[in-house]
């Protein structure tokens, strides 16, 4: 059973708008989030992450959002840019060193 | 400093076949894990390591997988024998016993087995 979803497959934007990803977790217990980006042939790296204290965490053109009592959180990317187009990768974690747990992933493509 | 190092990139092999995963881990860091990616199951945890102690195998799929980490600086992962069905790519990752979570992934072992 999966404790981390991300529901869409795929997503496609137009550069210079605004990309949102989403993604649901089952466990309530997590209480570190991230996400990580991965181009073809890389392997993942880590983009932002967010503790569960917190709402909101910004750096740069990138954003995510946890919504605890919705067990929900968002990756927002504003503007997007043909280089964002990657697959994006949503983790959790439990507390006291615990590996990570991904979703499945979410194909962006920015149009330019 | 390097990043995480894996070997071989790419494997192509028969069906029946011993396959071994090659990683090196960042130095200094505690943690090492071992995942498998495919369109399927997404990116799927095999087995991690804490000072180079295995904690957690539960994600092998099956007794035809090992893993070994004979000191810091290195570990394996073995298929033998090697199905169709394992074909997919395989990520080496590790972390400080410090970080919240963030680890960093090697470029991935994309295993083929006829």
């Known amino acids: 059973d999966q404790q981390v979803k991300q529901n869409s497959p795929s997503l496609s934007v137009q550069e210079g708008r605004i990309s949102i990803l989403n993604c649901d977790y089952t466990?309530?217990?997590?209480?570190?989030f991230l996400w990580y980006k991965k181009y073809p042939a890389e392997g993942p790296t880590f983009l932002i992450s967010?503790?569960?204290?917190?709402d909101k965490n910004e750096d740069g053109r990138f954003t995510v959002f946890l919504n605890k009592s919705a067990k929900h959180l968002s990756l927002h990317i504003v503007p997007s840019q043909p280089g964002d187009s990657a697959v994006y990768f949503c983790?959790?974690?439990?507390?006291?060193?615990?590996?990570?747990?991904f979703g499945k992933g979410t194909r962006l493509s920015v149009i330019a | 400093d390097a990043g995480v190092i894996q070997s071989p990139r790419h494997e192509v092999t028969e069906m029946g076949q011993e396959v071994t995963l090659r990683c090196k881990p960042i130095?200094?860091?505690?943690?090492l894990f071992w995942y498998r990616q495919t369109m399927m199951r997404g990116l799927e945890l095999l087995i991690y390591?804490?000072?180079?102690?295995?904690?957690?195998d539960s994600g092998m799929p099956e007794d035809r997988f090992s893993a070994k980490m004979p000191n810091a600086s290195f570990s394996t992962l073995k298929i033998q024998p090697s199905e169709p069905r394992d074909s997919a790519v395989y990520f080496c990752?590790?972390?400080?016993?410090?970080?919240?979570?963030?680890?960093?992934f090697g470029p991935g072992t994309r295993l083929t087995v006829l």
């Open positions: 983790a959790a974690s439990l507390a006291g060193n615990t590996p990570l747990v």
């Open positions: 990752a590790s972390r400080p016993g410090t970080s919240l979570g963030e680890q960093f």
């Open positions: 130095s200094g860091h505690d943690y």
């Open positions: 390591f804490n000072n180079n102690v295995p904690i957690d």
């Open positions: 967010i503790s569960s204290i917190k």
């Open positions: 466990n309530s217990m997590f209480d570190y």
